[in-house]
Nanobody, 124 residues
């Protein structure tokens, strides 16, 4: 059974940075296509970023492109979301999701494994 644990959330001022981590147990995360999603208050969960298991392909939502970077630290069995130039509209609970597949997946319903989420709050 794969378990995902997110960390790194917190409160930051607009323009600041945060680094979120998604650490896996039960399976090597480098064998899993992995994505980040977020859910803002009163809104539906939305896609943020995606990385293939070999890190050969990444994809970002237009709202975060150029500000967020997804990457892997295989030695730590972790996928990282570096978030720079944060805006108040980035405030949300951020979730890590993973699936053992080579298919590019950008929809939440496609994922098998989810973390519990980490809160990111950006003040103006």
């Amino acid at each position: 059974q794969v378990q995902l644990v997110e960390s790194g959330g917190g409160l930051v001022q607009a323009g600041g940075s945060l680094r979120l981590s998604c650490t896996a147990s039960g399976r090597t995360i480098s064998t899993l296509n992995t994505a980040w999603f977020r859910r803002a208050p009163g809104k539906e969960r939305e896609f943020v970023a995606f990385i293939t298991w070999r890190s050969t392909y990444t994809y970002y939502a237009n709202s975060v492109k150029g500000r967020f970077t997804i990457s892997r630290d295989n030695a730590q069995n972790t996928v990282i979301l570096q978030m720079n130039a944060l805006k108040p509209e980035d405030t949300a609970v951020y979730y890590c999701a993973a699936k053992p597949t080579a298919t590019v997946l950008l929809t939440a319903d496609d994922y098998d494994y989810w973390g519990q989420g980490t809160q990111v709050t950006v003040s103006s």
